[in-house]
């Protein structure tokens, strides 16, 4: 399985994705777990994020990282 970078928008390296699972670069903590093209957050199960091509935008349409 090959692990995807996640950038943040300045383009510093914030996450990595592994599979369905988003981890925080930093600590390797799963964060997020990605599915049907959305991050929903591991502990309250929230969607916080979706992805459309290789951007990923808060659910009010601001971008917030992309995948490198």
Not at 5 to 30: F, H, M, N, V
Request: glycine share 8%; with cysteine.
């Amino acid at each position: 399985m090959a692990i995807r970078w996640i950038c943040d928008t300045e383009g510093k390296p914030a996450y990595y994705q592994e599979g369905q699972r988003i981890y925080a670069l930093q600590t390797a903590t799963c964060e997020f777990c990605e599915n049907g093209g959305w991050w929903y957050q591991m502990e309250r199960g929230a969607a916080a994020y979706y992805v459309k091509d290789d951007q990923v935008f808060t659910p009010d349409g601001r971008p917030a990282f992309h995948y490198a």
